[in-house]
């Protein structure tokens, strides 16, 4: 009776084992599974994770893009900008370049005016009232950046000169300005009026001349 009893409590201690045996195999099998899961899971995420570095590079390629398009257009709209206002600011001088160019006749008039004028004259009310007008007008020219070009000593320079004759005068190079038929004047580096001048040209030399050798007297 007592062998048959270990005989049964063997038994049963092999099908607990074959039980512990067969679960350990299935939590095996789980373990495999999940393993299988999670590394599937992962292959997954590494995919998503390449796709949306793939995305995030072309969002920085179209982002590098729109930056250039706008930095490009920024510097259009500034040279724009920049073109508009040089082209404004040359208006505006050549519109004040030609006003101040048609007061040049009337400070003409002005110094003939006075340059002829009798000396007995310059103490009378109104002819201070004249000088007092010039005074004022050459001071609006002056004030606008207009300047008188200098022809005294100075040789003649086409830029800034024009020559209504050319005379053989003594004492004076070739080139050199003789005087002054017309003041000229210039707006900074822009000319108003060139200054007509009287140019000096070289000297013809004098034929020299023969000196003959004395006559000889007639022999008889």
Known sequence: MAKRKEQM????????EIEAQAEVAERAEEVVAEAVAVEEGLEEERQDLEGLQEELEKAKVQAAEYLEGWQRAQAEFSNYKKRQEAERAGVITRANATLLRRLLPVVDDFERALATQPASLNQLTWCEGIFLIKHKLNAILESEGVKPIKTEGQVFDPCYHEA?????????????????????????????????????????????????????EDKE
């Open 9 to 16: 409590s063997d038994a049963e201690t092999v099908e607990e």
């Open 164 to 216: 209504v004759t050319y005379e053989e005068v003594a004492g004076y190079e070739e080139g050199q300005i003789i005087g002054e038929v017309q003041r000229g004047y210039i707006l900074g580096e822009r000319v108003l009026r060139p200054a007509l001048v009287r140019v000096a040209k070289a000297l013809e030399p004098q034929p020299e001349e023969d000196v003959g050798a004395p006559e000889s």
